[in-house]
């Protein structure tokens, strides 16, 4: 279960320009007044309440500290670095790899689950089904059936001291269970016959009626499994996603953490204080990650209800677009830093933070690296939460939407460079493989939307997103190598336009100030900008995976992930795949695995150069985390495979094959 060390405490607490508030329709000259007081606050943004020396005593991670060798919970531990020390796959031999083993999921939806593997087994998702598989041939072994709907991205992993008491545990129909790692049967002594409700502890008005499920499978620390809820509604009105915390031997719960804070609780002036108990969202949907060492769960949140329109929310909006130092003991917080205030873009933090230690200045530096929607890295000292390179607060456009307060600034890190596009979008980024009609349609669209660049706000005549938010980052997208110091991200190119319009839902009228008596309620489609033929209105690249060098911050290769079969047939090749949901791993073997779903190819790339050692042809898009593992003296590469993908091009490809996992291993025994 552990990929860490020890547990330690460390107790800090950012504080921010987030408490500041400015009116949109302020002179310029204020409201610039405003943005300088906002960055001079954010610059200085965390402050430590702990002593000096015990910040300084805590001594930082090495590689020979962690233990990448196996993958027992999602993304391969509680770490989530997508990084498997597993070596006899590497650069000179990858072009052998065959498949080794293949196992069906039947017809339904594309698996996109990662693979657990314990002992000589391995586990997965089928539907509502724990499946147990023989490591080294695929064989089933035995299956269990819950019925209703099961996280469908992973699952966690705990056993006893002794290793008598093996326990998996994942969400059913808004029910954590716990379930018997060599059987699959209930844990009777956990909750109630297994299962605990997860809006236990949500006040009653609070508390909606159907269950709350995502696909976020929570954390382990210790005896300790972490839980965020989901928003439960895509609305003005939305639970809110606090995080829970369960005694793992009897889900009892152990800590809530409001994501929302409540009166009295840090961060609830950021709010308005009229209708606080409407304000909901701030979820973490996408991943967490825990640090045994220093006793902390990173928790990365979402945007606040409504995505794209925030009359009803003026203010910074705390801890929405957080990441979030928790201590995983006691559920205290211990810093935070909000990458994005006021979120009108649905630009939630969508992964898990990366954990490494690089050395800068002479240092060793612990450090937190978070990829976002908007293709910024957020590198911080995950001790304190002070960026390692400075970030500054940047004015940004204001709204012209009645009722909107959009904030003055945003954080803008000044390295490294981003990984996606950012910007305007203009006129000769206009995609030339869609139709002469398309591309007129489109520049007639660039006269009249608005088209600033970056944190261009949603409005009534529409505004154009680059990146939108379904570009950049999303769960699972980006691995470490912790011991060469590199980080790689799968990337989307893919603008949006946010229109708005009046909702006239008496539903969303009573969630404004005074009934929507002084602000209307807005709502906005969703329009990625997926042409006739289902391509991106972008030219290519549509996705893309880069490498850093963490000690330098510096890219190291920058490449198009995959293609788009029926143009590469046509000799239109580095187009990347559309709209990937395959996520990397790293291996100590110095390559990278990754999956694409429009050309439905698997890649293994030379982790230093980014060239593609080995490409494997499938006949469906690979979605999801590969799992890496050995057993028998032989690795082994698995992938998830079946479907379409998001998004697929309208082009006349093929019908996919059946729905499976395949893995891979080099030939012989």
């Known amino acids: 279960?552990?990929?860490?060390?020890?547990?330690?405490?460390?107790?800090?607490?950012?504080?921010?320009?987030?408490?500041?508030?400015?009116?949109?329709?302020?002179?310029?000259?204020?409201?610039?007044?405003?943005?300088?007081?906002?960055?001079?606050?954010l610059a200085s943004a965390c402050t430590s309440t702990g002593s000096t020396s015990e910040v300084a005593s805590a001594s930082a991670d090495t590689a020979t500290s962690f233990d990448y060798a196996g993958w027992d919970s999602y993304l391969g531990g509680a770490d989530s670095s997508q990084y498997s020390s597993a070596a006899q796959i590497d650069t000179s031999n990858v072009a052998q790899l065959e498949v080794a083993w293949t196992f069906e999921t039947g017809p339904g939806q594309a698996p996109q689950?990662?693979?657990?593997?314990?002992?000589?087994?391995?586990?997965?998702?089928?539907?509502?089904?724990?499946?147990?598989?023989?490591?080294?041939?695929?064989?089933?072994?035995?299956?269990?059936?819950?019925?209703?709907?099961?996280?469908?991205?992973?699952?966690?992993?705990?056993?006893?001291?002794?290793?008598?008491?093996?326990?998996?545990?994942?969400?059913?129909?808004?029910?954590?269970?716990?379930?018997?790692?060599?059987?699959?049967?209930?844990?009777?002594?956990?909750?109630?016959?297994?299962?605990?409700?997860?809006?236990?502890?949500?006040?009653?008005?609070k508390m909606p009626e159907r269950p709350l499920m995502t696909n976020n499978p929570g954390r382990i620390y210790k005896d300790t499994i972490i839980m965020s809820l989901p928003a439960a509604a895509y609305d003005f009105a939305s639970a809110p996603a606090d995080i829970h915390a369960y005694d793992v031997h009897t889900g009892a719960l152990k800590w809530t953490f409001?994501?929302?804070?409540?009166?009295?609780?840090?961060?609830?002036?950021?709010?308005?204080?009229?209708?606080?108990?409407?304000?909901?969202?701030?979820?973490?949907?996408?991943?967490?990650?825990?640090?045994?060492?220093?006793?902390?769960?990173?928790i990365p949140t979402g945007t606040a209800r409504y995505d794209f329109y925030g009359g009803n929310r003026e203010g910074a909006n705390l801890f929405a677009n957080t990441i979030l130092a928790i201590d995983a003991a006691t559920g205290k917080l211990v810093w935070h830093y909000q990458t994005l205030h006021h979120d009108l873009w649905d630009f939630d933090i969508p992964q898990?933070?990366?954990?490494m230690t690089i050395r800068k200045d002479g240092k060793d530096i612990p450090v937190l690296?978070?990829?976002?929607?908007?293709?910024?890295?957020?590198?911080?000292?995950?001790?304190?939460?002070k960026p390692v390179w400075p970030i500054e607060e940047k004015p940004v456009p204001a709204s012209d939407v009645p009722g909107e307060k959009a904030w003055p600034t945003q954080p803008f890190p000044t390295w490294p460079e981003p990984f996606a596009r950012q910007g305007v979008f203009t006129e000769d980024m206009i995609n030339p493989y869609i139709s002469e009609e398309d591309q007129a349609k489109l520049r007639e669209l660039l006269k009249t939307a608005?088209?600033?660049?970056?944190?261009?706000?949603?409005?009534?005549?529409?505004?154009?997103?680059?990146?939108g938010h379904n570009g950049g980052a999303n769960w699972g997208s980006s691995a470490v190598d912790p011991v060469k110091k590199r980080f790689f991200v799968v990337s989307k190119q893919m603008p949006t336009f946010d229109k708005l319009t009046l909702d006239e839902r008496p539903e969303a009228a009573a969630a404004m100030p005074n009934g929507g008596g002084d602000v209307k309620p807005y709502k906005s489609g969703v329009d990625f900008m997926l042409q006739t033929n289902g391509l991106p209105a972008i030219a290519p690249p549509w996705s893309k995976i880069t490498a850093y060098n963490m000690e330098t911050g510096e890219k190291i290769w920058d490449l198009p992930n995959g293609e788009v079969t029926m143009l590469a047939e046509k000799g239109i090749r580095d187009?990347?795949?559309?709209?990937?949901?395959?996520?990397p791993v790293a291996t100590a073997g110095g390559l990278v695995f990754v999956g694409t779903s429009s050309d439905r190819k698997v890649r293994a790339r030379d982790a230093a150069t980014g060239k593609v050692l080995w490409e494997h042809q499938l006949d469906a898009a690979s979605e999801g985390v590969p799992t890496v593992y050995t057993e028998g003296g032989k690795e082994y590469?698995?992938?998830?495979?079946?479907?379409?993908?998001?998004?697929?091009?309208?082009?006349?490809?093929?019908?996919?094959?059946?729905?499976?996992?395949?893995a891979f291993a080099l030939p012989g025994k």
């Open 450 to 467: 608005r088209n600033e660049g970056l944190y261009t706000p949603p409005s009534i005549q529409g505004s154009i997103s680059l990146p």
């Open 258 to 298: 409001h994501t929302v804070p409540e009166k009295g609780e840090l961060g609830y002036e950021t709010w308005p204080e009229k209708d606080h108990d409407q304000f909901g969202g701030v979820h973490n949907w996408s991943e967490s990650t825990v640090d045994e060492k220093l006793g902390l769960v990173f």
């Open 575 to 583: 187009t990347g795949s559309t709209a990937p949901r395959g996520g």
């Open 637 to 662: 590469v698995v992938f998830a495979v079946g479907g379409d993908g998001l998004f697929p091009p309208k082009l006349g490809q093929s019908k996919p094959g059946p729905n499976r996992y395949v």
């Open 369 to 385: 690296i978070q990829a976002t929607k908007f293709g910024f890295l957020f590198v911080l000292d995950r001790r304190t939460g």
């Open 113 to 205: 689950f990662n693979p657990v593997k314990i002992g000589d087994t391995v586990y997965l998702m089928n539907g509502a089904k724990l499946v147990a598989l023989d490591a080294t041939t695929g064989a089933q072994k035995w299956s269990k059936d819950y019925g209703g709907r099961v996280g469908g991205r992973g699952m966690n992993f705990w056993q006893s001291a002794d290793g008598k008491d093996r326990r998996f545990y994942f969400l059913n129909d808004g029910m954590l269970r716990a379930v018997n790692a060599d059987n699959g049967e209930p844990i009777t002594s956990f909750g109630t016959d297994g299962k605990v409700d997860i809006r236990t502890g949500l006040e009653p008005n």
């Open 352 to 355: 898990a933070p990366k954990l």
């Open 1 to 41: 279960m552990c990929r860490l060390g020890c547990a330690r405490e460390i107790t800090c607490q950012m504080t921010s320009g987030a408490f500041l508030r400015t009116n949109s329709n302020s002179p310029r000259r204020e409201r610039s007044l405003v943005a300088a007081c906002a960055a001079a606050l």
